[in-house]
């Protein structure tokens, strides 16, 4: 079993949401609901699996149900229908003071408006979920300056949010999250409001915490680049309908309909796309004869970084695995295929 399992989730906005559930169930999508019921779906019988340690990256426009679902998680809102539970623990049996402890204990969030407490400073800010679990201030600080020097804040402890910038209010609220040492992540379009350049240090920020940390982070996004660069899976929603779930490669090379399509066609493909995913796999017995004296380059490499050497020898390449052991062939002619489509 997964560590996050979603089963089945229906969320019908309305003061009668049980009627409208029944057209739901029985196939009436989200306009023909609307217009029979004045109910509105919010989520249309979503199931995810989430395993413990990864990026898990939920992505669709607007009015696609991606806030909406991570809601659900925290239990901000509860569900029409279907069951939510964390390590086997069916968090919505839980009641108000198990809810709270759960929480304060096992969630951390990162909010897109940061979220910060205007009259407390930096160390204050990122203390503060230490503080509601009643630590005592010398651990809570202590604690605190482990996670501002983390983040690239040292020396800011004493200032307030209005005197940071963007990029800095936002790792303040990603230092927060992580004092509290939480089983899980939820960010809810937590880079969004960011200018680009701060954006993508960000993104490679917390690239960089997870190798180290390996913390479960349900991540809600509108961009398809960002779900592509930090995501190990992605689920893409669409008026509230699960569409498809698989690896950044899988998206971008087996898009499940149009939809998902269109939202792949502008991908940089080099930053996306690995060797693993493209390559012609060999079998054990024909691997020494088939790659004897070919440059080697590794499973996980992105195609951005295999071009160079690619250009430069102008033959087909042995993949490796991360025991060195040759798996496939690459060419210079799968590769453009690949960045072509």
Known sequence: MSYIEIRNIFKI???????????????????????KTGHTVGLHDVSLSIEQ????????????GKSTLIRHLNRLIDPTAGSISFGGEDILAMDIPALNAFRRKRLGMV??????????????????????????RKDREAAASK????????????????????????????????ATDPEVLLMDEAFSALDPLIR????????????ELHKTIVFITHDLDEALKIGDRIAILKD???????????IVLKPANDYVQAFTHDVNRSRV???????????????????????TIQANALLRDILPIALANGTAMTVLDT??????????QQIVDALNG
């Open 273 to 295: 796309l690995r060797a693993k995913s493209i390559m012609a796999p060999i079998s054990e017995t024909d691997s020494a004869a088939t790659t004897r004296d070919l440059p």
């Open 111 to 136: 909010f897109q408006r940061f979220g910060l407490l205007p009259h407390r400073n930096v160390m204050d800010n990122v203390a503060y979920g230490l503080e509601i679990q009643g630590t005592a």
């Open 13 to 35: 906005f309305g003061p009668d949401p049980k009627s409208a559930l029944e057209l739901a169930k029985g196939g009436a999508d989200k306009d023909e609901i609307l217009s």
């Open 53 to 64: 340690g990864e990026t898990f990256v939920v992505m669709g426009l607007s009015g696609s």
């Open 240 to 250: 509230g309908k699960l569409v498809q779930v698989g690896r950044p490669e899988e």
């Open 323 to 332: 025991n060195d052991t040759p798996i496939g062939t690459l060419s210079p």
């Open 200 to 211: 993508s240090d960000m993104q490679d920020e917390l690239m960089k915490l997870q190798a």
């Open 147 to 178: 996670w501002i020097e983390r983040v690239g804040l040292a020396g800011y402890e004493t200032k307030f949010p209005d005197q940071l910038s963007g990029g800095m209010q936002q790792r303040v609220g990603l230092a927060r999250a992580l």
